[in-house]
């Protein structure tokens, strides 16, 4: 899974300064020109949550010229979490069940994905909840939209420091951010201009396909511990930069999490293991952005065309431009009378290393339910 917006020092920060905000509008008088926004209606259909309501994108920011769209939004959140009670009954009264939750509103829907994510990986998850579950589904499209308001506040509220500043080494730091956390498909070109190109490994040259499978096959399941950090609820990306360094390349180290791609492991006083991490490293849209993107598809079977054994392939559950989730393939063989392919993924999160025809493992529902799938830039 991709907690993008509970990481990001960005979010947190913006979560805290939302009040502070000039009025959408206002943007460009408030720091002289050059930032602005337009306010639009783009209606947004993500078919396995279109019962819950409209869905559109309402804003574009308009940025030395160029507009970029902000991320899209519930029309009616609050009708939206009335309807999710009728289409997911059964995971929320588990979960209300289960950790004592007050009903579901749009101040608590984090505590309650936060438990989902969790729960569904206990000991003491019911076999009828996982990741194919229907209801299970609908949830995680519904947080991966509920959370977009809190995500557009925060762009903004980083286009106003970028409108503000008039040095231009700053303007370019506060503009790699904004290229980190608008929409992918507003900030391709740019992000193949600077973030991609600028990474010392996009395309991953020089990694060794054998050493990698050989790392996935032996941690998909069994957590590499002893010298990696596991995150509980998110640990698709760590998975895969893990699979990455092991196939054979080096990280790129800065102090700052924002730069580079690393992974820190120390010992402290009494023995005590600490570990930190770039944003690339650990995040899934991050990692996706940094090594770059080279083909996407909302289509299982297209998809199911374009990758090898030794890809990194990523999810972005409703195509609202937010890469949500990370995997790595380590096989693929010819299935339905030789007309299409079956591939083998190794993730973390939900850790399985599995075909997509097994049970458990749902990377066929991406498309299904509208999404898009990505196959990260190979070397050369």
């Not at 507009?67 to 997911?88: G, H, Q």
């Not at 299970?136 to 286009?159: C, T």
């Amino acid at each position: 899974m991709n907690f993008r917006k509970l990481i990001s020092s960005t979010i947190c920060v913006a979560m805290c300064v939302i009040s502070l905000l000039p009025a959408r509008n206002s943007l460009a008088s408030a720091n002289g020109g050059g930032v602005s926004t337009r306010n639009i209606s783009e209606p947004f259909s993500i078919p396995i949550i279109d019962e819950l309501g409209t869905i559109s994108t309402k804003t574009k920011l308009v940025l030395e010229k160029k507009e970029y769209r902000l991320y899209c939004t519930f029309d009616n959140p609050v009708v939206a979490i009335k309807r999710l009670y009728d289409s997911a009954p059964s995971i929320l009264g588990e979960l209300e069940k289960r950790f004592g939750f007050k009903q579901l509103t749009v101040d608590n829907w984090a505590q309650y994905r936060d438990a989902m994510y969790e729960f569904v990986d206990s000991a003491n998850c019911p076999e009828w909840l996982h990741e194919g579950n229907t209801e299970y589904q609908k949830m995680n499209a519904f947080f991966d939209i509920i959370e977009n308001d809190s995500v557009n506040h925060g762009i903004l509220e980083l286009a106003n420091r970028f409108g503000k500043n008039n040095g231009a080494d700053v303007k370019r730091i506060l503009f790699e951010e904004l290229l980190v956390e608008l929409p992918y498909h507003e900030v391709a070109e740019e992000l193949d201009m600077t973030l991609c190109k600028g990474s010392n490994i996009a395309g991953y040259a020089g990694f060794n396909e054998t050493q990698g499978i050989e790392y996935a096959n032996r941690h998909a399941t069994n957590r590499n511990k002893a010298q990696y950090h596991s995150f509980n609820n998110a640990d698709c990306a760590n998975f895969t930069s893990q699979i990455l360094e092991n196939g054979g390349i080096q990280q790129v180290v800065y102090t700052d999490v924002h730069k580079g791609w690393w992974h820190i492991r120390k010992i402290g006083l009494l023995g005590i293991v600490t570990h930190s991490h770039s944003r690339s490293w650990a995040v899934a849209d991050v990692f996706a952005r940094y090594m770059g993107v080279s083909y996407t598809t909302t289509s299982n079977l297209y998809f199911s065309f374009s990758i090898l054994p030794g890809d990194f392939v990523a999810g972005d559950w409703t195509s609202d431009g937010n890469w949500d989730h990370m995997g790595f393939i380590t096989g693929k063989r010819i299935i339905n009378n030789k007309t299409s392919y079956d591939y083998k993924v190794a993730q973390h999160t939900t850790d399985y290393n599995k075909w997509w025809t097994e049970n458990g493992n749902n990377w066929e529902d991406v498309g299904r339910n509208g999404g898009t799938y990505a196959r990260i830039r190979r070397a050369g």
